[in-house]
Nanobody, 124 residues
Framework: QVQLVESGGGLVQAGGSLRLSCAASGRTFSSYAMGWFRQAPGKEREFVASINWSGGNTYYADSVKGRFTISRDNAKNTGYLQMNSLKPEDTAVYYC?????????????????WGQGTQVTVSS
């Protein structure tokens, strides 16, 4: 069982940066791939980024590639999403997710565990 709690969301101007954190409970967090998804009002939830258990492999949606960076610190049971050059279209609730599978499985099939979400609002 893994519990995930996101933090770090907020209001930022276009072109600005935010760093989201995902604190995980459970001693087996390091064996899970983790990732970030987002859902804007009136839209379906979409994949943003994923990272494998060791941090050695990452995968990004085309819409955030080159602007967002996913990372993790297994010693702290925490994952991160550094978001730079933010755009108004990045506005959404961002969810942390974890699954004991590959980063590609996570991207295409979702996760076994989800956080409660954190709001990111980018003003123009």
């Amino acid at each position: 069982q893994v519990q995930l709690v996101e933090s770090g969301g907020g209001l930022v101007q276009a072109g600005g940066s935010l760093r989201l954190s995902c604190a995980a409970s459970g001693r087996t967090f390091s064996s899970y791939a983790m990732g970030w998804f987002r859902q804007a009002p009136g839209k379906e939830r979409e994949f943003v980024a994923s990272i494998n258990w060791s941090g050695g492999n990452t995968y990004y949606a085309d819409s955030v590639k080159g602007r967002f960076t996913i990372s993790r610190d297994n010693a702290k049971n925490t994952g991160y999403l550094q978001m730079n050059s933010l755009k108004p279209e990045d506005t959404a609730v961002y969810y942390c997710a974890a699954v004991r599978a590959s980063i590609w499985y996570l991207a295409n099939n979702g996760a076994d565990y989800w956080g409660q979400g954190t709001q990111v609002t980018v003003s123009s």
